[in-house]
C-alpha cells in the first residue's frame, strides 16, 4: 500500500520532502491525479498529494498578475479571472477526460509542471512565457522563490523556464504566479469546408502570414470532424481571430474572402466554434478511442504536418487532427505494435525535417517501456541528468516520471 502525504503548508510539503531524503524514499507528487496518465509511470512507495494546498494566494487584475497554491483546481482560477474580464491567454488544455477523469479536474501547479498550452499558442506562447515567479521545494529539501511577481522582472538566471515543462522532477511546486491577460471582446471563426490535408497546411499557412492577427489554426478531417464541430460531415479548416468586435467582424469578412479560394468558407455560429476550439484544445475527438490506443502528439514545422501523417499512413491506418497551423498533430496508428509505432513515427518526423513525438495516452505498462518523450541526443541526456542531480541529489522527486531513472 502507498502511502499519502497530504500537506496543508509549504513548510509542511518541505518536511515531507525532507523525511523522503532522509529515507531515501521516492515521492509520486500529485494534484488532484488528473494528468497521471501523461508521463512515465512512477514507481513510488509514498505519494505527495497537493491537493489541500489550494487557493488564490493574491490577485491584482490591474497588475495582470494572479498568485495560487499549486493544488488550486484551474477551473477555481479560471472563474475568478472571467469575473474580472481577464484570462489566461495560453488556453490551458483540460486532458483529464483523455485519461478517464472528470473535466475540470486539473491543478495550476500540474498545469505549469507539463507546460500545457492550447491552439492560442501561436499567438500567445506556452505556459512558461507567461510563468513569473513560484514557491518550490527541491530536492534538498529546501523551500525556496524564483522569479517575481510583476510582469517586467529581471533575476538574472529564469529558473521558472526550467521548472515549467519538468513534471515534477526537479521540484514540488508549492505556489506560482502566473500573467493575465484581458479577454477577447469578442472572436470569430472561420471555417473553409471539404479540404483534403494538404490543401488545409496551405490555406492555414495563408491565414497565418496574413495581416489579419491569427489566433487559432487548426484542421480536422473528415474521419473526426462531427467530434470537434457540432454537424460536421466533411473535412473542417478552422481560422479564429479575436479582439474587438469591429475589428473582429472585419477581419472575419476578410478571411472568409480570401480562404475562399481553397473552398466554400463561412463563419461559425458563436457557440459552435467555442465548442470547437475546447475540443482541438483538450484532443476530445480521441476520447472515445481505445483505452489501449496509444494517442500521440507530434510537434513538426507546420508545413511538415500533412507530410509526416502521409508518412505514417503507409504502416497503419491513422486518425489525425491538426493544430497550431499544422504543427502539433494529434495522432493514432492502429497496426503496428506500440515500440513500433514509436520508431515509425520519430523516423517521419526526422525525415519531415525534425521536432518530437510524445505518447500523450497508453497503459502503463507500454510507458513503462516505450520512451514517452522524444529521445535526447547524448549531450542534451548528460545536460538533463546533471540537472536532475543538482536539483534532485537523492532522487526522490518523481523518479523515472520522464525517463528511465530521471
Known amino acids: 500500500m502507498t502511502d499519502i502525504l497530504s500537506p496543508a503548508t509549504p513548510e509542511q510539503v518541505r518536511d515531507a520532502v525532507a523525511w523522503a531524503v532522509d529515507s531515501r524514499t521516492p515521492l509520486r507528487i500529485q494534484g488532484h491525479g488528473s494528468r497521471d496518465g501523461l508521463g512515465r509511470p512512477v514507481t513510488a512507495p509514498a505519494t505527495l498529494d497537493l491537493s489541500r494546498l489550494s487557493g488564490i494566494l493574491d490577485y491584482q487584475p490591474a497588475e495582470l498578475m494572479l498568485t495560487a497554491h499549486a493544488g488550486t483546481p484551474l477551473a477555481e482560477i479560471t472563474a475568478a479571472l472571467a469575473e474580472r ?18 473535466a475540470g ?54 529558473l521558472c523556464k526550467l521548472l515549467a515543462g519538468s513534471f515534477g522532477t526537479l521540484a514540488v511546486l508549492t505556489e506560482v504566479t502566473l500573467k493575465v491577460l484581458p479577454a477577447p471582446e469578442q472572436a ?20 497565418l502570414q496574413s495581416s489579419h492577427e491569427v489566433v ?21 479548416t478552422l481560422v479564429r481571430v479575436e479582439g474587438p468586435g469591429p475589428s473582429v467582424e472585419w477581419r472575419a469578412a476578410a478571411l472568409c474572402r480570401e480562404l475562399g479560394t481553397f473552398g466554400p468558407a463561412a463563419t461559425l455560429a458563436p457557440e459552435v466554434a467555442a465548442a470547437a476550439w475546447a475540443a482541438v484544445r483538450d484532443g476530445a475527438a480521441f476520447r472515445e478511442e481505445a483505452a489501449e490506443a496509444l494517442l500521440w502528439r507530434i510537434s513538426v514545422a507546420p508545413l511538415a504536418g500533412p507530410q509526416v501523417v502521409a508518412a505514417v499512413q503507409a504502416h ?34 526526422a525525415a519531415g525535417g525534425g521536432g518530437h513525438a510524445t505518447l500523450l495516452r497508453a497503459p502503463a505498462e507500454v510507458r513503462a517501456t516505450v520512451p514517452v518523450f522524444e529521445p535526447q541526443p547524448a549531450p542534451l541526456a548528460a545536460l538533463t541528468r546533471r540537472m536532475k542531480e543538482t536539483f534532485d541529489p537523492a532522487g526522490v522527486l518523481n523518479p523515472g516520471r520522464m525517463a528511465e531513472g530521471a
Open 85 to 102: 474580464g481577464q484570462h489566461l491567454a495560453f488556453e490551458p488544455p483540460d486532458l483529464a477526460p483523455l485519461y478517464g477523469g472528470a
Open 105 to 158: 479536474a486539473g491543478t495550476v501547479g500540474g498545469l505549469v509542471a507539463c507546460n500545457a498550452a492550447g491552439p492560442r499558442r501561436i499567438a500567445a506562447g506556452a505556459v512558461r512565457d507567461h510563468f513569473l515567479g513560484c514557491q518550490a521545494v527541491g530536492g534538498r529539501a529546501e523551500l525556496f522563490k524564483a522569479g517575481g511577481k510583476v510582469v517586467k522582472n529581471v533575476t538574472g538566471f529564469d
Open 188 to 207: 470569430a471563426t472561420v471555417a473553409v469546408r471539404g479540404l483534403d490535408d494538404a490543401a488545409a497546411d496551405r490555406c492555414l499557412a495563408a491565414a
Open 216 to 236: 487559432g489554426a487548426a484542421h480536422v478531417p473528415a474521419a473526426l470532424s462531427a467530434a470537434v464541430v457540432a454537424g460536421a460531415g466533411e473535412a473542417v
Open 316 to 349: 497503419g491506418a491513422v486518425r489525425a487532427v491538426y493544430d497550431w497551423g499544422g504543427g502539433l498533430v494529434w495522432l493514432t496508428l492502429s497496426g503496428p505494435a506500440p515500440a513500433e509505432q514509436a520508431q515509425v513515427l520519430r523516423a517521419a518526423v
